[in-house]
């Protein structure tokens, strides 16, 4: 499947995010995503890697900052 035909494919098929809770894992300081969409029932949680976490942080600090202003 080319590139152009991936994205095609999840825009249509992306769903909506109902609920994003950032967390962290004590023991190592990983960030854990916890999410729910709207068609899920339950929640599901994606553990990412430190620079992941690290870029998601600075996106959400600049947010806040953002939104302060």
């Known amino acids: 499947m080319l590139k152009k035909d991936r994205v095609a494919h999840y825009l249509e098929t992306a769903e909506r995010l109902e609920l994003l809770i950032p967390t ?3 023991a190592n300081g990983d960030m854990i995503l916890v999410f729910k969409t709207e068609a899920a029932n339950g929640g599901r949680s994606l ?3 430190p ?3 690290a870029e998601f942080r600075s996106y959400i600090f600049r947010a806040m ?3 302060a202003n």
Request: glycine share 8%; net charge neutral; hydrophobic share 25%.
């Open 51 to 53: 620079e992941l976490g």
């Open 65 to 67: 900052r953002e939104k």
């Open 24 to 26: 962290f894992d004590p």
């Open 47 to 49: 553990r990412l890697s």
